[in-house]
């Protein structure tokens, strides 16, 4: 089972000249890639790192990133992803879970940086992608420049770590998750089981951060591919759509979804060709129909990867989908796609049974991409794990065609005057609403029934809703007991470092915001 260093060793030997990764920094073939990550490797052993150093990258997006995802996977050492939008504090906590020896760095973060060396003293090694400002850093440029370029001969095995990566913390503090070689050779086998993907040939773009999932999966799978990785620093609508034109990208990966409508209402799209583009990733438990449709307007040759998995469970579904089929079939506009190739899903009622198709149950995934555990969680890692099985909390159904359909999360179920209403359901029928930008459900605590459904709405620029508009126009999608009974419109909805809604703060800070609208 060839791991993911060796996938890049494959990739220098077959086809060395060509391109692997177009960043802000620079651009480097397989070949150079390979060398510069295997030099890195070299210098970092002879500062004393090893298999079981784990390295912390707190980085941009960027050619420079990749070298030193790369030089840990030739070392055999854990890279560790930190989220760069996070304080220094919570970085620090970061680094200290996942026993970080080890931290690289772009200047940009130098302050972070510090704040981690001089509070985690787990940390006895710091590299920085430029000249260092701290008195005992290294220069990253430097150690590439002065490593040796023989190939390592590092022996580890399957389980070994690969990557840690954190969750993106809705509810709470961010938890720790090993992924290991094992398990991401098997990703990346995972990931180009689309039918579409051609070896050598794929041009991926993705301006998604590469310490998030999303932005790890492009990573995985254009070396598996042996494409070529455009990444982009942060969303810039206009670079972002002269990148795909120049260099002729044939995959986007943009989060959240909603990025593709901001893409779109940028009017920069008039000015490129995107005709080259012929997937365009999509995680479809986030996606309105209205987001889809804008995509397929925006590539018009482009079909759709619909995904749904977890930072713990990583893919579960993949389902590729043309126009065509969505046209022909609209109900697959919400569906999250079908089984991936390797998992098992059980949807188990309150009973503990498994409901029969059409019936909404907790999704039990069983797979070799699901993590082993949270780090330093025993007792989280006791309440998600029925021997092997996985609870991801999220609800959702399966039709006759095998396809899933997410109708919300468990913690957000909503029991309104003894029924439940699934948060994601409303949210799809009012992002539906041609004023409305974005939304929420939440519970909003009541009088009469306990708890009512609440709707916290962002509007598009112009336009207005009242509440007896939202009503009406919910009547005719949803019954009355899942109609909102509350409404709050907001310049912005509270998110977290990855664009998630962060609920909890929602209710927490926000809830006298929500004015009562009907019985």
Not at 185 to 192: E, G, K, M, T
Not at 205 to 225: E, I, N
Not at 277 to 291: D, K, P, Q, V, Y
Not at 297 to 314: C, D, K, V
């Amino acid at each position: 089972m060839p791991f993911i260093g060796d996938l890049l060793r494959q990739n220098a030997a077959k086809m060395p000249d060509h391109t692997a990764v177009i960043g802000s920094d620079a651009s480097l073939t397989y070949a150079q890639l390979n060398d510069e990550s295997t030099k890195l490797a070299n210098s970092l052993r002879g500062l004393g790192v090893g298999s079981r150093d784990n390295v912390a990258l707190l980085m941009k997006s960027s050619a420079m990133w990749l070298g030193s995802w790369y030089a840990c996977q030739k070392l055999g050492a854990a890279a560790v992803l930190l989220h760069s939008r996070l304080l220094p504090e919570e970085l620090a906590r970061m680094t200290k879970t996942a026993g970080a020896s080890v931290l690289i760095y772009s200047p940009e973060y130098s302050s972070k940086a510090a704040y981690i060396a001089e509070h985690e003293a787990g940390v006895r090694l710091a590299i920085v992608n430029g000249h260092p400002e701290q008195a005992g850093h290294y220069e990253l440029g430097e150690l590439i420049k002065l490593g040796s370029g023989t190939d390592l001969s590092t022996e580890y095995a399957a389980d070994s770590p690969c990557t840690i990566l954190f969750t993106s913390g809705t509810t709470g503090v961010s938890k720790a998750i090993i992924r290991t070689q094992k398990m991401m050779s098997i990703y990346a086998d995972v990931i180009v089981e689309d039918g579409v993907s051609t070896y050598g040939r794929e041009v991926m773009l993705t301006p998604a951060p590469l310490y998030h999932a999303a932005g790890l999966c492009c990573v995985v799978k254009m070396v598996r591919l042996a494409g070529t990785l455009v990444l982009e620093d942060c969303f810039c609508p206009g670079q972002i759509c002269r990148q795909i034109d120049k260099f002729s990208a044939t995959q986007i990966a943009l989060v959240p979804p909603r990025s593709y409508q901001r893409l779109k209402a940028s009017n920069e799209t008039e000015k490129c060709d995107f005709s080259s583009i012929r997937l365009a990733h999509i995680t479809a438990n986030h996606a309105s129909r209205e987001c889809m449709e804008d995509i397929l307007a925006i590539f018009p040759n482009a079909s759709l990867r619909l995904t749904w998995g977890s930072t713990e469970a990583a893919n579960v579904t993949m389902s590729i989908l043309t126009r065509e089929q969505l046209h022909s079939n609209e109900k697959l506009f919400n569906t999250v796609g079908r089984v991936n190739s390797v998992s098992e899903i059980r949807l188990l009622g309150g009973d503990g049974l498994e409901v029969v198709d059409g019936e909404v149950g907790e999704a039990w995934v069983k797979s070799p991409l699901v993590f082993k555990g949270y780090i330093n969680n025993p007792a989280k890692n006791a309440e998600c794990f029925r021997g092997d099985w996985f609870d991801t909390e999220d609800l959702m159904y399966r039709d006759s065609d095998g396809f899933y359909y997410m109708v919300g999360r468990k913690r957000d179920m909503i029991k309104t005057g003894g029924e439940n209403v699934y948060a994601q359901e409303v949210e799809q029928v009012i992002r539906s609403h041609p004023a409305v930008s974005d939304c929420a459900v939440v519970a909003v605590p009541d009088a009469k029934y306990d708890e009512a459904v609440g709707a916290a709405v962002v509007l598009n620029p112009g336009y207005s809703l009242d509440g007896n508009e939202l009503i009406e126009f919910c009547k005719q999608f949803l019954p009355s007991y899942k109609k909102p009974k509350y409404l709050a419109i907001m310049d912005k909805l509270p998110e977290n470092s990855m664009g998630k809604v962060q609920k909890n703060i929602l209710v927490r800070d926000y809830i006298a915001q929500f004015e009562r609208i009907s019985d």
